[in-house]
T-cell receptor, first 112, second 112 residues
């Protein structure tokens, strides 16, 4: 079973707009990560946030973590057509044997 | 090669045949994962190797699936008596202990 679940499943926006997607998980975590996948092949790591952190930035990406609500959000600001991809959250925690498990992903389409 | 290498990139086989998928992780990475991804879906965890510890096989869907990691490096995922529902992209990833995963480009398996 998957630990993280992303919301929405799909998102369509215009270039220049912001894209926000959320991830909820069920059990306590050590870290939460976000990955991007283009064209159904390998995933690329975007950002890692530790359980004792609340917010992290990387370029146009902003990630928040609320451990009390067991949720995280990924914000992509000033989106570009090249941001079109699927985005996945992944968590690791003791309950899952410290292995990394992924959610179902959010498919983002950025229209030029 | 600096990245994770998987072979073959594409495999078409007949129902009932056995297949082997290979993963060459990044040198020095102690953790190695196999995931399965069906079209448009999330990543389904299969198996996790961490150093010399016993592998976490909790995600293997049936006893037709097995994996080994020789010498703490190369890993082979074997599917015996393939079924049509085994058709998917099989993704391998490696990391240094806990943290960012580096993914290969995947092996696309089609069972006719």
């Amino acid at each position: 079973s998957q630990q993280g679940e992303e919301d929405p499943q799909a998102l369509s926006i215009q270039e220049g707009e912001n894209a926000t997607m959320n991830c909820s998980y069920k059990t306590s975590i050590n870290n939460l990560q976000w990955y991007r996948q283009n064209s159904g092949r390998g995933l690329v790591h975007l950002i890692l946030i530790r359980s004792n952190e609340r917010e992290k930035h990387s370029g146009r990406l902003r990630v928040t973590l609320d451990t009390s609500k067991k949720s995280s959000s990924l914000l992509i600001t000033a989106s570009r057509a090249a941001d079109t991809a699927s985005y996945f959250c992944a968590t690791d925690g003791q309950a899952a044997g410290n292995k990394l498990t992924f959610g179902g992903g959010t498919r983002v389409l950025v229209k030029p | 090669g600096a990245g994770v290498s998987q072979s073959p990139s594409n495999k078409v086989t007949e129902k009932g045949k056995d297949v082997e998928l290979r993963c060459d992780p990044i040198s020095g990475h102690t953790a190695l994962y196999w995931y399965r991804q069906s079209l448009g879906q999330g990543l389904e965890f299969l198996i996790y190797f961490q150093g010399n510890s016993a592998p976490d096989k909790s995600g293997l869907p049936s006893d037709r699936f097995s994996a080994e990691r020789t010498g703490g490096s190369v890993s082979t995922l074997t599917i015996q008596r393939t079924q049509q529902e085994d058709s998917a992209v099989y993704l391998c990833a490696s990391s240094q202990t806990v943290g960012e995963l580096f993914f290969g480009e995947g092996s696309r398996l089609t069972v006719l």
